[in-house]
T-cell receptor
Framework: AQTVTQSQPEMSVQEAETVTLSCTYDTSESDYYLFWYKQPPSRQMILVIRQEAYKQQNATENRFSVNFQKAAKSFSLKISDSQLGDAAMYFCAYRSPGNTPLVFGKGTRLSVIA | DVKVTQSSRYLVKRTGEKVFLECVQDMDHENMFWYRQDPGLGLRLIYFSYDVKMKEKGDIPEGYSVSREKKERFSLILESASTNQTSMYLC??????????????FGPGTRLTVT
């Protein structure tokens, strides 16, 4: 079974600075999908960014980018120019191809300091 | 926009009560999921469903059952609520599994307290 590990339960960053959240996963599959989800204090979980394992190019969405290292099974999230609205729980998730649910890490709580 | 709604944001029940948590999605998604979220444990899958009247156990199905009589609605049932089922419950939906790159869309969650 696949597992996802987020080794940083809590992180903090100064407003306008850059922060990187770590995620590693364990799988024997070669084709899969990786996601970062954000859960603000209001609790609605939303997708931040996704990465297909067969794509070598790292995904980018505005201030959010990933560093996908397939051989190392690492999928970190970089947030540039951090804003107060970025404060949230961030979950890394893995999904196999086919009809499978997401496997989540335990989350990293990010605080943004003004 | 995809919308996943859950019947209650906050719910307080007594031990031994039968509890129904309802989830409705408006995007005609085949797949629906129930997760439980606890501090330090992340999200754990309780049950999921790929089609009407179909269900699959997740990682922690004990003490729970589900019902999916209509495509848009997926209900989580606690037959006899216990205090260790106090938690945040999240419902999600997604398009068919072959479109695995599609994200899951989440509801706002139901904070259940069992006293």
């Amino acid at each position: 079974a696949q597992t996802v590990t987020q080794s940083q339960p809590e992180m903090s960053v100064q407003e306008a600075e850059t922060v990187t959240l770590s995620c590693t996963y364990d799988t024997s599959e070669s084709d899969y999908y990786l996601f970062w989800y954000k859960q603000p204090p209001s609790r609605q979980m939303i997708l931040v960014i996704r990465q297909e394992a067969y794509k070598q190019q790292n995904a980018t969405e505005n201030r959010f980018s990933v560093n996908f290292q397939k051989a190392a099974k690492s999928f970190s999230l970089k947030i540039s120019d951090s804003q107060l609205g970025d404060a949230a729980m961030y979950f890394c998730a893995y999904r196999s191809p086919g009809n499978t649910p997401l496997v989540f890490g335990k989350g990293t709580r990010l605080s943004v300091i003004a | 926009d995809v919308k996943v709604t859950q019947s209650s944001r906050y719910l307080v029940k007594r031990t031994g009560e039968k509890v129904f948590l309802e989830c409705v999605q408006d995007m005609d998604h085949e797949n629906m999921f129930w997760y439980r979220q606890d501090p330090g444990l992340g999200l754990r899958l309780i049950y999921f469903s790929y089609d009407v009247k179909m269900k699959e156990k997740g990682d922690i199905p004990e003490g729970y059952s589900v019902s999916r009589e209509k495509k848009e609605r997926f209900s989580l049932i606690l037959e006899s609520a216990s205090t260790n089922q106090t938690s945040m419950y999240l419902c999600a939906s997604s398009p068919p599994g072959r479109q695995a790159h599609y994200e899951q869309y989440f509801g706002p969650g139901t904070r259940l307290t069992v006293t």
